[in-house]
């Protein structure tokens, strides 16, 4: 997610992917909330040059 404010990710299941499972990037007021996100081979959540992000509820797991 690239320069979108105020986005929401609700409730998904995000895995195997080859780089971050959620990069969120220059987006502001963001939600992330209720998501799996796993077996991701970089961050499961990424926050980059966004401000007032909402990250709450995920399951986080076994990304490297």
């Known amino acids: ?13 995000i895995q195997d992917n080859t780089l ?6 220059t987006s502001d007021d963001t939600t992330v909330i209720g998501n799996t996100v796993t077996n991701n081979t970089q961050h499961g959540i990424y926050l ?4 007032q992000a909402t990250i709450d ?3 986080i797991q076994d990304n490297t």
């Open 1 to 13: 997610l690239s320069q979108s404010n105020q986005a929401t990710i609700d409730s998904n299941v």
């Open 20 to 25: 971050s499972g959620v990069d969120i990037d």
């Open 48 to 51: 980059s040059q966004s401000n």
């Open 57 to 59: 509820s995920n399951v």
